[in-house]
């Protein structure tokens, strides 16, 4: 399993990017998956998730501002980021499988991040 995450960078508040995880190794329609984060010192907090079926989930702090989607023949998800905060500075991940407890993210498999910067 590999998941490599890009499309980071540092963007005004307001703006938007766009993220993507590229996956290796196994089919990512057959899973369930999700993008979380991490800011510095908190825990990974779970953002968004879709199931094999395409149904998405999202979180409430990003319900509304945030997009997941995936491209089944890239073998690549992604993560379209609108309407960013100054909060939402945070290394951001893929991750597969895992479970969400209070809102935080644990036990799966996730890449090595991207990181958000949102900042004027």
């Known amino acids: 399993v590999q998941l490599v995450e890009s499309g980071g960078g540092l963007v005004q508040p307001g703006g938007s990017l766009r993220l993507s995880c590229v996956a290796s190794?196994?089919?990512?329609?057959?899973?369930?998956m999700s993008w979380v984060r991490q800011a510095p010192g908190k825990g990974l907090e779970w953002l968004s998730g879709i199931y094999s079926d395409g149904r998405t989930d999202y979180g409430d702090s990003v319900k509304g501002r945030f997009t997941i989607s995936r491209d089944n023949a890239k073998n690549t998800l992604y993560l379209q980021l609108n309407s960013l905060k100054t909060e939402d500075t945070a290394m951001y991940y893929c991750a597969k499988g895992g479970v969400v407890i209070s809102g935080l993210w644990s036990g799966g498999a996730r890449g090595q991040g991207t990181q958000v910067t949102v900042s004027s």
């Open positions: 190794g196994f089919t990512l329609s057959s899973y369930y």
